[in-house]
């Protein structure tokens, strides 16, 4: 599993939950989504971070 950098969040792609947590949550909290749908994303790349 990769991990996260500075500045950098894990991304859901379904729903754009964002979490700086070590790793993705298991499940999405907001749209359940496995972690496998969860990617890294830098901040500044998310609209209205
Ligand atoms: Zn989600």
Redesign the pocket.
Known sequence: MEKLKKDEVWY?V??G?TTKEEQPPMT?P??Y?SSD?FVIKHQDEITGY
């Open positions: 859901c379904p729903c939950y999405c907001i749209c989504a749908q």
